[in-house]
């Protein structure tokens, strides 16, 4: 019913940019909260970023300061700018939305996940 689609994740070295995008699309009435989470290899999946439907936004600690988050509502799409990467940004990148869908309700919904990768 409702899909999310993330690209923009590759190779960077430490200090370097990068821009995730999200892009959500099917059966939607409104998109409420959406946002951006991680999860590194043997650890638990942890938030980075959230943006509500106004544009109020809400940062881990570890990602203040350092990546943006905004969205498109025309263009249902969120994104995550990210700048002077550090190696512990490693992980992969999931977006998700809370999205209200026709006469089916509300539902929580997650993109695939695409990797990020700081290395030198």
């Not at 999310?4 to 995730?20: I, T």
């Not at 099917?26 to 991680?38: D, K």
């Not at 350092?66 to 025309?74: E, G, K, L, V």
């Not at 998700?96 to 539902?107: H, I, L, P």
Request: charged share 15%; hydrophobic share 30%; aromatic share 10%.
């Amino acid at each position: 019913q409702v899909q999310l689609v993330e690209s923009g994740g590759g190779l960077v070295q430490p200090g370097g940019s990068l821009r995730l995008s999200c892009a959500a699309s099917g059966n939607i009435f409104s998109i409420n909260a959406m946002g951006w989470y991680r999860q590194a290899p043997g650890k638990q999946r942890e938030l980075v970023a959230t943006i509500t439907s106004g544009g109020r936004t809400n940062y881990a600690d570890s990602a203040k300061g350092r990546f943006t988050i905004s969205r498109d509502n025309a263009k249902k799409t969120v994104y995550l700018q990210m700048s002077s990467l550090k190696y512990e940004d490693t992980a992969v990148y999931y977006c998700n939305a809370d999205v209200t869908t026709w006469g089916t309700g509300g539902n929580v919904y997650w993109g695939q996940g695409t990797q990020v990768t700081v290395s030198s």
